[in-house]
């Protein structure tokens, strides 16, 4: 597509958008907006390098990691280039997350952008699925709509969607605390974005997982019940075709990696 057809795409869409997959060209040009919320499957090299072209070309003033806690990234050196040395800074090895390197391309794309974290720490995570997100959440749980029950039919599908994603492994009874624990990390990545325009007027880029990404119920949706005059653009990365139904503004559908049965450690 031209950009001029994605702009003319992204501003015809209702809600919930339906758009179509676009190739990796256009990330050289996607539709401006004030958050751009760049999805990732978490060990896919090529989608780190996606997310690093996207942000070489609209150049955010901030960039929001779901890999990086507030407390790392304050811990954020002013000379990024040195990738080892940034690595130990951040105590990348310890957080769980793929290797360093896949992610280092983004840093080195985002140049002299500030850097925000909205990564939730386990403890609080553990505590969001026993005691619900709004307790975790703090004052602010009502802006993003935490303090809300979901409706009957989306908290179901939800539940399923997390069961499915932990391979049937787990007691289904336990799904609502996993929907629980969801619901905080998008909105901490609402919450920290929304912060990151206050303080640098934007652009901004959100670094997440796809589901986060998503339109009807991950972080854009978020920021928009909290701020519905911020324009968000949703771009969603996968590794099969997600259908016309897929809950992004625009996609990009890579090779998928290949990997260890993801089940195995859980059966």
């Known amino acids: 597509m031209k950009a001029t057809t994605l702009t003319v795409l992204i501003a015809a869409m209702p809600a919930l958008l339906r758009a179509e997959p ?35 070309a609209q150049r955010p003033a901030a960039v929001v990691w779901e890999m990086l806690t507030p407390e790392q990234a304050a811990a954020m050196p002013g000379d990024r280039t040195d990738a080892e040395a940034l690595a130990v800074a951040l105590g990348w090895a310890e957080s769980g997350w793929p290797d360093f390197a896949l992610y280092f391309p983004i840093f080195e794309a985002a140049g002299s952008a500030r850097h925000y974290g909205a990564g939730i720490p386990r403890p609080e995570a553990r505590r969001a699925f026993s005691e619900g997100a709004a307790a975790v959440f703090g004052p602010e749980a009502a802006r993003f709509g935490l303090d809300a029950a979901l409706p009957t039919a989306e908290q179901t599908a939800r539940e399923a969607a997390q069961f499915d994603a932990h391979c049937a492994a787990m007691p289904i009874g336990m799904m609502g605390g996993m929907v ?69 503004d625009l996609w990009v559908i890579t090779e998928p990696v290949d990997r260890p049965d993801p089940c195995e450690s859980l059966r």
């Open 180 to 248: 629980e624990a969801q619901r905080l990390r998008d909105a901490s990545l609402a919450r920290a974005a929304l912060l990151a325009l206050d303080e640098t007027g934007g652009p901004v880029a959100v670094i997440a997982g796809s589901g986060h990404a998503r339109r009807d119920h991950g972080a854009p949706a978020l920021i928009a019940q909290a701020a519905p005059g911020v324009s968000v653009l949703a771009l969603g990365q996968t590794e099969s075709d997600p259908g016309p139904d897929a809950p992004y």
């Open 22 to 56: 676009v190739p990796q060209s256009d990330l050289d040009r996607l539709p401006p907006a004030q958050i751009l919320v760049l999805g990732e499957v978490h060990d896919n090299p090529q989608h780190h390098l996606n997310q690093a072209r996207a942000i070489g």
